[in-house]
């Protein structure tokens, strides 16, 4: 059991944000009328899943407020990085800067047996990532399909997303795709490889014409904010079918890159845009990190989010590689009690200086403030 929280309102802070945004999703998806009815035709089942999936939220939310209460952190959001494998080299991404290991990635029964857990505990929405999680695309489906309560987000480069691919993607009531890119064709080719942009576009219409709510992660630097706001690139990626869009600002996982974050004017500009997007198109609009300050800080390790990495390490988040327990060993929920992460979440609000993380850039942060309790 851990201590309890020094502040206990950005809990409610964050139920409030995580109810919000369902809502908001819904009334996207409810709003593309024409679209929503063409794909409940063919697959009906989505109406139940949804309302399954609704009920699950809230039951969710009263066990996380109930393990609070007993002195347990238990995040709204858990990441997996099913693999660290990928099809591509994109530069600057955080899995290439981690050290290969020689031992097995976690298995199907491992997942299964950690989505149960997360269940049990209330954490709303499992985040598939990697390396290319599409590399396992078959362990993928059959994990939400045997928690059909829980919202698995899936996020692809789309290299892999052919049509029995997004066949098997749309059959999933449960599993939303979010599909990477960093703007118009000369941006994301730029880090993605040739040709990457029109496989975007080529997914994106397979997504479209099977899936009732997908998405576009978009990675945002110094270099490209301009254009990935400029409101013609909106535009251009609703028309694709896209109903959501992740904006993700860059965090320097590969030495060398740091002047690609974007400069705290930058950060300020690309909050209040999704505040404008969510108003003015049809579509849902989230930004990570986010606004940090609204909730006091960092949400890693645990105060909004947690990341497992492919050989069951519990870390922070996807780019701090430190861990002190593993989950092929601990239950989930001890192992969200660690000394590391407990740590980690007493420091939460010093941990994103001018957008660096410190647990990156001075990895000996974390052993000082820990000395000066």
Same mark, same amino acid.
Request: proline letters at 6%; a positive charge.
């Given at each position: 059991?851990?201590?309890?929280?020094?502040?206990?309102?950005?809990?409610?802070?964050?139920?409030?944000?995580?109810?919000?945004?369902?809502?908001?999703?819904?009334?996207?998806?409810?709003?593309?009328?024409?679209?929503?009815?063409?794909?409940?035709?063919?697959?009906?089942?989505?109406?139940?899943?949804?309302?399954?999936?609704?009920?699950?939220?809230?039951?969710?939310?009263?066990?996380?407020?109930?393990?609070?209460?007993?002195?347990?952190?238990?995040?709204?959001?858990?990441?997996?990085?099913?693999?660290?494998? @990928?099809?591509?080299?994109?530069?600057? !991404?955080?899995?290439?800067?981690?050290?290969?290991?020689?031992?097995?990635? #976690?298995?199907?029964?491992?997942?299964?047996?950690? +989505?149960?857990?997360?269940?049990?505990?209330?954490?709303?929405?499992?985040?598939?990532?990697?390396?290319?999680?599409?590399?396992?695309?078959?362990?993928?489906?059959?994990?939400?399909?045997?928690?059909?309560?829980?919202?698995?987000?899936?996020?692809?480069?789309?290299?892999?997303?052919?049509?029995?691919?997004?066949?098997?993607?749309?059959?999933?009531?449960?599993?939303?795709?979010?599909?990477?890119?960093?703007?118009?064709?000369?941006?994301?080719?730029?880090?993605?490889?040739?040709? #990457?942009?029109?496989?975007?576009?080529?997914? !994106?219409?397979?997504?479209?014409?099977?899936?009732?709510?997908?998405?576009?992660?978009?990675?945002?630097?110094?270099?490209?904010?301009?254009?990935?706001?400029?409101?013609?690139?909106?535009?251009?990626?609703?028309?694709?079918? +896209?109903?959501?869009?992740?904006?993700?600002?860059?965090?320097?996982?590969?030495?060398?890159?740091?002047?690609? $974050?974007?400069?705290?004017?930058?950060?300020?500009?690309?909050?209040?845009?999704?505040?404008?997007?969510?108003?003015?198109?049809? +579509?849902?609009?989230?930004?990570?990190?986010?606004?940090?300050?609204?909730?006091?800080?960092?949400?890693?390790?645990?105060?909004?989010?947690?990341?497992?990495?492919?050989?069951?390490?519990?870390?922070? @988040?996807?780019? $701090?590689?430190?861990?002190?327990?593993?989950?092929?060993?601990?239950?989930?929920?001890?192992?969200?009690?660690?000394?590391?992460?407990?740590?980690?979440?007493?420091?939460?609000?010093?941990?994103?200086?001018?957008?660096? @993380?410190?647990?990156?850039?001075?990895?000996?942060?974390?052993?000082?403030?820990?000395? #000066?309790?």
């Amino acid at each position: 059991m851990t201590d309890k929280a020094p502040e206990t309102g950005y809990h409610h802070l964050m139920e409030n944000v995580n109810r919000g945004n369902l809502r908001r999703s819904l009334r996207v998806i409810l709003g593309d009328f024409t679209r929503t009815i063409r794909i409940l035709l063919v697959r009906p089942s989505r109406i139940p899943a949804g309302v399954r999936i609704l009920l699950h939220q809230n039951r969710a939310l009263k066990i996380r407020r109930r393990l609070k209460d007993e002195g347990y952190d238990i995040p709204v959001m858990m990441l997996v990085s099913i693999t660290s494998r @990928c099809n591509l080299s994109c530069s600057g !991404c955080y899995m290439q800067q981690r050290r290969p290991r020689g031992e097995p990635e #976690m298995s199907l029964n491992e997942l299964k047996s950690l +989505a149960a857990q997360a269940e049990e505990l209330g954490i709303s929405v499992v985040g598939i990532i990697g390396g290319e999680p599409l590399l396992r695309h078959h362990e993928i489906i059959a994990l939400a399909q045997s928690f059909p309560r829980i919202v698995f987000t899936l996020n692809t480069n789309g290299l892999l997303i052919d049509e029995e691919t997004a066949e098997e993607i749309a059959a999933c009531e449960n599993l939303v795709p979010f599909i990477s890119l960093e703007g118009f064709r000369k941006e994301t080719d730029s880090r993605r490889g040739h040709g #990457m942009y029109d496989q975007v576009l080529s997914a !994106c219409s397979l997504m479209n014409d099977r899936v009732l709510f997908f998405g576009l992660a978009v990675t945002v630097s110094q270099r490209n904010i301009g254009e990935v706001l400029d409101e013609t690139f909106i535009r251009t990626m609703i028309a694709t079918g +896209a109903r959501a869009f992740i904006f993700i600002q860059y965090v320097p996982a590969e030495p060398g890159t740091e002047d690609l $974050v974007p400069t705290p004017e930058q950060r300020r500009l690309l909050i209040a845009s999704i505040k404008e997007f969510n108003r003015k198109y049809p +579509a849902f609009f989230i930004g990570i990190p986010g606004e940090m300050e609204m909730f006091g800080g960092c949400l890693a390790a645990g105060r909004g989010f947690v990341h497992v990495n492919p050989y069951g390490d519990l870390e922070p @988040c996807p780019i $701090v590689p430190i861990s002190d327990t593993n989950l092929k060993t601990t239950p989930l929920k001890d192992a969200l009690q660690s000394p590391l992460l407990r740590a980690v979440r007493r420091n939460h609000r010093s941990l994103h200086p001018n957008g660096r @993380c410190v647990l990156r850039t001075n990895p000996r942060w974390l052993d000082e403030q820990n000395s #000066m309790e």
